[in-house]
């Protein structure tokens, strides 16, 4: 028995990601141009990393509030009155490390050994593997790429609840496709979970990373106080923080003394001096955001009309988040796909079965970068499409 053998099965089954190995692969070559992660290229903004600096300068070194320091927490509830118009009490925020820690926070509050979790596939593939992690059983749900693009049969998601079904994970704007659920999905995923007494975990992160020239809709145009929504954020792709480790939850009131001790037996808190600089992304960033936005927009519709001109890709025009999720004709084994992409073009994209089984035959281009680079990425792209 080797000692992986003698670990705990949920840790030592838990899935290798589909984009490392790509990436691991094409990571030193010479002039690639990596479009497999889900960041843009820009460093954050100095105004952000300011307030970092002199909240270090000025000796936040020491241990701090579990759930986040009050001058962040009343800084997001400013946010979210602005962008959603809704009037949340400072201690409905708890200050994690980065949206992934707010995912596996959420389930350590709603999933234990054997029940099971709801998503919909393709998929980012972390809450499927931190759901495993917790014991839980993911249960992958397909969204349809029909001709005007993905969207979700709720009659589908209804049908994959069990007695065992705890939760659902809702992804709008989605990572990798683009999907972004209008309101009456909202309303019927909402129904279908009050109907059947589950919980919501809401990843709204690319909310405001919307092309629509406002944020995408959200559960929080919909609910009411009492419902069971738990809402994962992160201050990594707005701000171009994607390295600080820094997001949110967002839930009820009634629960901050659970998640705030569900962080003291995990990370114990975000450092101080980092909260510094995520109240200045939040109260000084929306020009910013706007600016990224706009230039991913450009970016975009280039790269969208580059391969339509190979006449050999089906994609649907993403209205939010930046990633182009498309299928090339022909093509089935995306992860071989995406190494012969590797080696004769020079382009890093992620293979879609990374994202799921659903995922298969689909390649995943993250188009947050320079236009130069984009442009020279999807020429080189379709040169490798015209003669696959
Ligand atoms: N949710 C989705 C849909 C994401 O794409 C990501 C990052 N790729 C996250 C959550 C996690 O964000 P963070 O990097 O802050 O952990």
Redesign the pocket.
Known sequence: MSLTDMLRAEARLAPVSGIEAVANYGRDRKGLIPLWA?EGDLPTPDFINAAAMRGLADGETFYTWQAGIPELRAALARYHKRHFGLAFSPDEFIVTI????A?VLALQATVGAGDEAIYLDPA?P?FAGAAGVAGAVPVPVPLIEGANGWYCDVARVEAAVTPRTKVIFV?TP??PTGWTADIETLKALLDLARKHGLWIIA?E??ALFHYGGRRAPSFMDIMEPEDKILF?N????NWAM?GW?V?WLRAHPSLGRTFENLIQYSSSGVAQFLQRGAIAALDEGDAFLASQVERAQRARDLVCRKLAETGKVRFSVPPGAFYLFFSVEGMKDSTRAAFDIVDKASVGLAPGVAFGKAGEGHLRLCFHRRLDQVEEAADRLAEWIRKT
Not at 98 to 101: E, H, I, T, V, Y
Not at 234 to 237: D, L
């Open positions: 889900g980065g949206g992934m820690q995912i980012w972390n992804n989605a990572n990843d992160i690319y994962v992160t201050f990594s792709k994607t480790r997001g």
